[in-house]
C-alpha cells in the first residue's frame, strides 16, 4: 500500500489548481456554497475547506461570508 506522501506526490498539480478555480467559482454564486457542497465537490475534509476560506481570505484579498442556516449549515461566499 503507497504511502500517503507518495499518494499526495503523484496527484497531478493541475487537478489540484482546478479544485481551487471550482471552490472560488462556487463561492462567487449569488448563494454562494454549503460546506458539505465543497467536500462533495474536491473531496476535501471539512478542516480543509475552512482552512482554504482562511487561506484565501487572508492571501487572496477576497472578504468570505460564513453564516449557518436554521438547519445549521454552514455556508460560505465571497462578499462582493
Known amino acids: ?31 454562494g456554497a454549503r460546506l458539505s457542497e465543497i467536500m462533495a465537490a474536491t473531496e476535501w475534509q471539512a478542516r480543509t475547506v475552512r482552512g482554504f476560506g482562511s487561506i484565501l481570505g487572508r492571501k487572496g484579498g477576497d472578504k468570505i461570508e460564513s453564516s449557518k442556516n436554521a438547519a445549521g449549515e454552514r455556508t460560505y461566499k465571497i462578499e462582493k
Open 1 to 31: 500500500m503507497p504511502s500517503r506522501a507518495k499518494k499526495l506526490a503523484t496527484k497531478p498539480k493541475a487537478d489540484r489548481a482546478n479544485k481551487k478555480a471550482d471552490v472560488v467559482a462556487m463561492l462567487k454564486r449569488a448563494e
